[in-house]
């Protein structure tokens, strides 16, 4: 399982922000919210990361 976070629009994360504030934990839990999760189907040719959607799961018991 590989974990990845994002949003669109103007709330997004800043990257940097997130992995400085990820970073600044060692050895201590960190709770991520998340409101759904995604199945894709992942291809890397050393040059860009691509992704085909699979599946799309709202956590709550209810597919979107």
């Known amino acids: 399982m590989t974990g990845a976070y ?4 103007p709330q997004r ?4 922000d997130m992995k400085v504030w990820l970073s600044d ?6 709770t991520l919210r998340a ?3 995604h199945l894709v189907a992942q ?3 050393r040059l860009h990361i691509t992704w ?7 956590l ?3 597919a979107a």
């Open 60 to 62: 709550g018991g209810m």
């Open 13 to 16: 994360a800043d990257r940097r």
């Open 35 to 37: 409101e759904r999760l």
């Open 6 to 9: 994002g949003i669109a629009g």
């Open 52 to 58: 085909e959607p699979i599946a799309e799961v709202a």
């Open 25 to 30: 934990h060692p050895g201590q839990p960190v």
């Open 43 to 45: 291809q890397h040719d």
